[in-house]
């Protein structure tokens, strides 16, 4: 069993569309979350950071950690083509270490005109 | 602020060729570095990681190999290129795992 599990899609939408990305994961050390964005071609960039269990809203964007349940989400609210890229989930444990951060495979996001 | 790059944006390389991609951070000082792999429709696929100048670990044994020969360099090198060598190659700094990394553009590199 992976230590992140993430649905790979593809997912497509209508715009205006309200999005959910979800990850799964096995190993409660894990503290911090995050989101990367990653259009055809380019690097992911970091889209949002979360510490712990609760909500962060940034914009259009929504991310969720659930810690109980092992379960986080972004949402995206009123979806716009320019949104259409890869996603990846990202979470790492409390230590400093350079190693801990995990990541998922990521969910292809395509919203349509 | 700090920025990476990382070069050539595309390479296509004959099987058996050498390679020789370099990655570099402004900005930082001791950043850790990380090489990944991205194949077509796939994860991110780490294959290297350095916290600091000559410290280098492994995570995957194959024909790739890496070095750090200044504090904000990373290159990642084959002698002899495979077909399965080809994919998204990725670089990215961080200042601790726990704070997200930065990547670079990548480099798509082609075997033939």
């Known amino acids: 069993q992976k230590e992140v599990e993430q649905d790979p899609g593809p997912l497509s939408v209508p715009e205006g569309a309200i999005v959910s990305l979800n990850c799964t994961y096995s190993n409660s050390a894990f503290q911090y979350f995050m989101w990367y964005r990653q259009y055809s071609r380019k690097g992911p960039e970091l889209l949002m950071y979360?510490?712990?269990?609760g909500n962060k809203e940034d914009g259009r964007f929504t991310a969720q950690v659930d810690k109980s349940s092992k379960y986080i989400s972004l949402f995206i609210r009123d979806s716009q083509p320019s949104d259409s890229a890869t996603y990846l989930c990202?979470?790492?444990?409390?230590?400093?270490?350079?190693?801990?951060?995990?990541f998922g495979s990521g969910t292809q996001l395509t919203v349509l005109p | 602020s700090q920025t990476i790059h990382q070069w050539p944006a595309t390479l296509v390389q004959p099987v058996g060729s050498p390679l020789s991609l370099e990655c570099t951070v402004e900005?930082?000082?001791?950043?850790?570095l990380y090489w990944y792999r991205q194949a077509a429709g796939r994860g991110l696929q780490l294959l290297f990681y350095?916290?600091?100048?000559?410290?280098i670990s492994s995570e995957v044994p194959q024909n790739l190999s890496a070095s750090r020969p200044q504090d904000r360099q990373f290159i990642l090198s084959s002698k002899k290129l495979l077909l399965s060598d080809s994919g998204f190659y990725l670089c990215a700094w961080s200042a601790a795992a726990n704070y997200g990394y930065t990547f670079g553009s990548g480099t798509r590199l082609t075997v033939v």
């Open positions: 990202a979470m790492s444990g409390a230590s400093g270490s350079a190693r801990q951060l995990t």
């Open positions: 350095s916290v600091g100048i000559g410290q």
């Open positions: 979360t510490y712990s269990s």
């Open positions: 900005g930082t000082s001791n950043p850790n």
